[in-house]
């Protein structure tokens, strides 16, 4: 296995065509006043070959423009992948979002999100953010994940993150 920094010229439209994206989440975190609790929730996220080659053209865009897109790879087989984007953002331009964060459903358990996000928050504070966003998926296995690694609730909320999916948490983790 490696995880390695994608270079545009590596980019081929169809390279996350075998990725498999399925998750189907049977219960979510929600915070409200009385604090954080689980609820039941029914639903799956599993990604079409034009969701994934969407995603491979907003790779192209990220790293032509400062941002960062890191492959995790084994067998020459894509297994999973972060995108930091390239525009810093907050009140002090302080954060950088981590805008894509998967390991193929086939590779869950074995470590690789642990390897692959240590990864990402050293090449976030080389790019000069002090706080790497995360818009994270509802399930609780995500948010446990976010909160092992040192994540918590954002400081300050990114609203244009924030509404392109209202059901994630907004976190964030310093660098």
């Keep these: 296995m490696k995880i390695y920094q994608l270079k545009v010229q590596d980019i081929n439209p169809a390279m996350l065509d ?6 189907k989440t049977d219960r979510v975190l929600v915070n409200c006043n009385e604090g954080l ?7 799956e996220d599993n990604w079409s070959i034009c969701q994934k080659r969407e995603i491979v053209r907003h ?28 525009v810093e953002f907050g009140e002090s331009a302080v954060y950088r979002e981590l805008s894509y964060f998967h390991i193929d459903q086939k590779h869950r358990g074995r470590g690789i999100g642990k390897e692959l ?10 790019l000069g953010a002090e706080k790497l ?43």
């Design 18 to 23: 075998s990725f498999e994206r399925y998750q």
């Design 117 to 126: 996000f240590q990864k990402v928050r050293k090449v976030a504070k080389e």
């Design 59 to 86: 790779f192209s865009n990220v790293s032509a423009n400062g941002g960062s897109v890191h492959l995790v790879e084994d067998s020459k087989e894509i297994i999973g992948f972060a995108v930091i984007e390239s």
């Design 37 to 43: 609790f689980e609820k039941p929730d029914h639903f």
């Design 133 to 175: 966003y995360i818009g994270a998926h509802p399930s609780i296995e995500t948010q446990d994940f976010y909160m092992k690694r040192g994540c918590s609730l954002a400081e300050e909320i990114n609203r244009e993150i924030y509404e392109r999916e209202p059901r994630d948490w907004q976190l964030e983790i310093k660098l």
